[in-house]
């Protein structure tokens, strides 16, 4: 599997007992989601390896427990510090109505009101706020991925509507 096709749920981040177990720091909105994970993939020798789980269990909000298949030892389970969880996109939940993952917009024709500003291009991650690049053939523009602006998403058609304060598109144009 590539890593294009996967996401990062967390990092390996301590050990928990002596019995090999290791505690992961996860990043989502749905922890309960990967409450019981039956595997992971880790990335090993530049591609990504599937490990198995013994076993899985959510201690915190955003903390994972979890036994790892035929490791026994904290010594053994040093081998997974600092390692990034992967899992396939198809794991990740179904998102409706204004709710989107940063890769599943990219591609997709945006609008502010019904005039086709371009595409989707990149979310660029920002301390604060995500930030939509916009090609639209000639300019760039940026677009604060904010609720405020953000009017409805149509994935059938690969659409993402936008309602603009007036002016902001002609800065970049």
């Known amino acids: 599997m590539r890593t294009e096709d996967c996401f990062v749920l967390g990092t390996i981040i301590r ?35 599937p490990f198995f789980l013994d076993h899985s269990q959510l201690l915190k909000k955003d903390q994972l427990l979890l036994r790892f298949e035929g490791v026994k030892s904290a010594k053994e389970a040093d081998a997974f510090m600092g390692k990034e969880l992967f899992l396939p996109l198809n794991m990740l939940p179904k998102l409706t109505g ?23 291009a990149e979310v660029i991650e920002r301390p604060g706020q995500p930030v939509l690049l916009i090609k639209d053939g000639v300019s760039e523009i940026l677009i604060p991925a904010v609720d405020d602006f ?24």
């Not at 090999?20 to 909105?29: N, P």
Request: hydrophobic letters at 30%.
């Open 15 to 49: 050990q928990h007992g002596y019995k090999g177990d290791v505690v992961a720091k996860i990043d989502t909105d749905r922890p309960e989601h990967y409450d019981k994970l039956g595997s992971v993939l880790l990335e090993s020798q530049g591609g990504l390896i």
């Open 98 to 120: 204004k709710s989107f993952y940063y890769h599943e917009i990219i591609g997709f024709k945006a609008y502010d009101g019904e005039s086709l500003i371009g595409e989707v």
């Open 150 to 173: 953000i009017d409805s998403i149509d994935r059938s058609s690969s659409s993402l509507y936008l309602q603009l304060p007036e002016g902001l598109i002609d800065v970049y144009r």
